[in-house]
């Protein structure tokens, strides 16, 4: 119970590669994934979990969407890829902890988020997410490996820049 905060919640979207479509989680569907086409402006949802999923963002190609989602029994959010309008997902980490923010290396192979390994009382009976460190995966759920051991207390976004640098 209480309210569990969520820092990638509701602010983060994603914007297609083709400029048509908006992706962002929706508090109004519970954290379930809605587009919003730019032509017409009409909302679309994606998924219909009622489940949160955060911080969309697209591959370079822009065929590929991953997020991050939270798993049925509540206790870890995974990062998950599916096609461009969130179906066919595909899990890519499985853990206890807080995937968030995950972004495509310049080839589409990588992706690159952060991790917050421990859960905390927050306000109010709340719960809040902290020590926060760097991770890359293979888009595949292969090779997951550790950046950072700064244990941050709040972070954003990381992204992959064109050379292949990192930046958050």
Known sequence: GGFEWHPSYPDRFALSIDGKRVIFSSPATHGDLVALELD???????????????????SPDGKTL??????????????????????HQRRVTECDF?????????????????????????SLGGRSWNDWDLYTVDADGSHLSRLTTEHYYMVDAPHFLAGGEIVF
Request: charge should be positive; hydrophobic fraction near 40%; charged fraction near 20%.
């Open 98 to 122: 807080f995937d968030l923010g995950p972004s495509f290396s310049a080839d589409g192979a990588h992706l690159i988020f952060f991790r917050a390994h421990q859960r905390r009382a927050y």
């Open 40 to 58: 017409s402006l009409k909302l679309v949802p994606l998924t219909s979990e009622r489940v949160f999923h955060g911080g969309p963002a697209f």
């Open 66 to 87: 991953a997020f991050t989602k939270r798993s049925v029994d509540g206790n870890g959010f995974n990062l998950y890829v599916s096609d461009s309008f969130a179906k």
